[in-house]
């Protein structure tokens, strides 16, 4: 018997992976680099079931039908490398080799071209949904040798979470590190919606003095309504959890948050394709900032508070501005995240299916959400969309939103509440929507110091100007260019 596929690497992500493809009727070979791995699963969770343990990497390749599809989910970096080096000997012409793991997508540019240089193919697919959602259907962002996917498909959208109406939450996503790149961005927006989703619980446990009984019910309500989404539901879990003892356990928890850096490699893509990617930035700063834990207790006692810290209005009204204002915000954090994967599809001469991506997301994955419906139909309807707050659907969301929004960066300005990914969406909007803004007084700024040059508003864009400010600075400009 051959197996339809291999996987390397038993971790918590691998087995829940191969149970799930076994229980879609493939037969899978399975290799992990501590070998008495193997034995405990196909002995264990895997016992009676159409799994191939391989005690070696020529063992799992030769177990495989042609061409070969051997899937790598271990940790990003050198080990990725390593084992594609000890896979190439043991493959031939055709055969696939697939990274499904985290991995920084400049990583997979440079690996699929080494391996097509070999006569092999190449995918660099994200994995999205934990173990949850490997298990039972992920989401499943596939890119690099186009050529692959026809071989890969059939597995790959079968053992993937599928929409209401049926469609595999996976589709082809591009070539090179397009696969990656996606998933590298859906991670970021999941950084954006975990904070916001933060902010507005120390909104309400802070500033309102809320419970988390309380709490629990509100998050319960907004998932019934237009913030439907996998972490607005863990959320109500959460803050409704307690131990056999009564305990809530949320209360217990060290408020520093851990990060394994994809919501980092999002803020520096951004910043490489200069694109404004403010709120998820924001949310990875936050992080930053919770980890300095004793430096902010030691703060606490020198720092003055506002006079007021408690809101003294109307609850119910300002819950119902919090949720407004986390809807609006969230449209903004998928707004940038689709507009830097528009600018990463240019540089790099991907060709991105916006709306497929959506889809790809509506299920199976961390960020899945009822509204991801409207980001494709937005897409369907103008595939050329430069930014999702133009968009009907949108615009008038956030018109609606505004009061609420605004009302909530506010209060929690007066309160002392810091809110650091809410005010970078209203910014961003503020920004955005904006006709002029004072970057005018920047350039001439930058042209008094350095003769750095600007264009003019009565002149066509191109032609740039430098004015001797001082009397002493001559004629002579800085050339003109944008990092």
């Known amino acids: 018997m051959k197996a339809d596929i291999g996987l390397i690497g038993l971790a918590v992500m691998g087995e829940n992976l191969v149970l799930n493809m076994e229980s879609k009727g493939f037969t899978v070979a399975v290799f992990n680099r501590t070998v008495d791995k193997v034995e405990k699963f196909v002995n264990g969770r ?3 079931k159409k799994f191939i343990g391989c005690k070696s990497i020529e063992e799992l390749c030769a177990s495989l039908e042609r061409p070969r599809k051997v ?8 080990p990725v490398d390593d084992f594609i080096e000890q896979l190439i000997p043991h493959l031939e012409k055709g055969d696939i080799i697939i990274d499904g793991g985290n991995s920084h997508f400049p990583d997979t540019i440079r690996r699929a071209q080494y391996v097509e240089g070999k006569g092999l ?3 660099g697919t994200g994995v999205s949904g934990g173990e949850e959602g490997a298990l039972l259907g992920p989401s499943i962002m596939p890119g690099g040798s ?41 991670n970021g927006i999941e950084y954006g919606d975990m904070q916001l989703i933060c902010e507005v619980y120390q909104i309400m ?55 394994k850096g994809t919501g980092k490699w999002t803020a520096i893509a951004a910043l490489d394709e200069g694109q404004p990617l403010t709120l998820i930035a924001e949310a990875v700063f936050a992080r930053c900032l919770s980890a300095l834990k004793e430096e902010r207790v030691a703060a606490s006692s020198v720092l003055a508070s506002p006079a007021e810290t408690k809101y003294k209005g109307d609850k119910k009204a300002f819950i119902a501005d919090l949720e407004q204002a986390l809807y609006a ?45 409207k980001i494709k139909e937005a897409f369907d309807k103008n595939p050329d969309l ?34 650091p990914a809410i005010n970078a969406a209203l910014s961003y909007y503020d920004g ?33 100007f430098h004015t001797n400010w001082t009397g002493r600075g001559g004629d002579t400009s800085a050339s003109t260019y944008i990092v």
């Open 46 to 48: 895997g016992a009676g």
């Open 71 to 78: 899937m790598m989910l271990v940790k990003a970096g050198q």
């Open 121 to 123: 193919l190449y995918i």
């Open 146 to 186: 186009p050529a692959a996917w026809p071989a890969v498909k059939p597995i790959f959208q079968k053992i993937a979470a599928h929409t209401d109406d049926g469609s595999p939450c996976c589709e082809w996503v591009g070539e090179g590190g397009a696969g990656h790149f996606v998933k590298m961005v859906h």
């Open 205 to 259: 446990k802070d500033g309102l003095g809320l419970s988390n009984d309380e709490m629990h019910k509100i998050f319960a309500d907004w998932n019934k309504g237009e913030l439907d989404s996998y972490l607005i539901e863990i959320t109500r879990d959460i803050l409704g959890y307690r131990t056999d003892s009564g305990e809530a356990v949320v209360d217990y928890i060290l408020d520093a948050a851990g990060q």
């Open 329 to 373: 915000s969230k449209i903004v954090s998928y707004a940038q995240g689709y507009q830097l994967m528009r600018a990463a599809a240019k540089t790099y001469g991907w060709h991105l299916n916006y709306g497929g991506i959506a889809l790809m997301w509506r299920g199976g994955c961390i960020i899945r959400s009822a509204f991801l419906g």
């Open 386 to 419: 430069t930014n999702l707050l133009v968009d009907p659907f949108f615009s008038d969301k956030v018109r609606r939103a505004q009061a609420s929004w605004r009302r909530v960066a506010a209060t929690a300005i007066e309160l002392g509440i810091p809110a």
């Open 432 to 464: 955005y929507r904006c006709a002029r803004l004072p970057a005018n007084l920047l350039q001439a700024q930058r042209d008094y110091f350095g003769a750095h040059t600007y264009e003019r508003t009565d002149k066509p864009r191109g032609e740039f």
